[in-house]
């Protein structure tokens, strides 16, 4: 049985293929196939993504730097760890700079964002995007798309493990991100070791690593499908 939002998706993806002037990464991403529901979580591969930026607003504010791992079988490849400085053609503010360590400097030699978008996805073709508080990634990779590409609201299935122990709480979620989820909080209940934040390749194996402790502490972790944890 495929489910309704897996053929909404699947119908967004052959739409948006359809239009002109798309980068080949992005073409390639749309024709490949999304995790389904119904697959279990350990055959899916996962991209963790986090993002720094100079700013919590998509529409104002701008990536300055992203980092991501993959995990496959379970497993986190620490081979596919990376990190790139994405410039945002806009001024750091002495905020940012104290916050993601990162100097005008540095971003004045980064990538572009156009770059940063085809490398992304490349990365997500036939893959789940696993991230901490889905606003953030969501809203500027969608915000993006449409400066761009001109088009809002890639096709994508996000896990977010925010979302994840709302549900093992069963605690309403908001969109806002109390003090006791915030990334370092759910990783002490799990007795992982906390991480220095606002470094975008370490917070993705951070929240690779909550993720996979979330898996391991639900009934039948083996047997678990997309659709209990999206």
Not at 42 to 47: H, V
Not at 53 to 63: E, Q, S, Y
Not at 71 to 80: G, K, W
Not at 115 to 126: D, S, W
């Amino acid at each position: 049985m495929i489910f309704s939002k897996d053929s909404r998706l699947n119908s967004r993806q052959k739409k948006l293929s359809k239009l002109k002037n798309l980068p080949g990464s992005l073409i390639n991403y749309l024709s490949e196939s999304l995790p389904s529901s119904s697959d279990r979580v350990k055959d899916i591969e996962f991209l963790a993504l986090d993002f720094e930026t100079t700013g919590l607003n998509p529409k104002t504010d701008r990536v300055v730097s992203f980092g991501y791992t993959v995990i496959d079988q379970l497993a986190i490849l620490n081979s596919m760890n990376g990190h790139y400085i994405v410039n945002p053609k806009t001024e750091l503010t002495e905020q940012n700079v104290s916050i993601h360590e990162i100097t005008d400097d540095e971003v004045k030699s980064g990538i572009t964002v156009s770059q940063m978008m085809e490398k992304i996805f490349e990365l997500l073709k036939g893959r789940a995007l696993l991230v901490h508080f889905d606003y953030i990634e969501k809203g500027f990779i969608n915000q993006v798309c449409q400066n761009l590409y001109g088009f809002k609201d890639l096709p994508m299935v996000v896990v977010d493990t925010l979302k994840v122990e709302c549900m093992k709480q069963n605690k309403k979620f908001v969109h806002t991100q109390p003090d006791s989820m915030r990334l370092n909080a759910l990783r002490d209940r799990y007795n992982l070791p906390l991480h220095g934040a606002h470094h975008a390749m370490l917070d993705a194996i951070a929240t690779a690593e909550l993720f996979l402790a979330q898996i391991s502490y639900m009934k039948n972790p083996s047997e678990i499908t997309l659709k209990q944890v999206i």
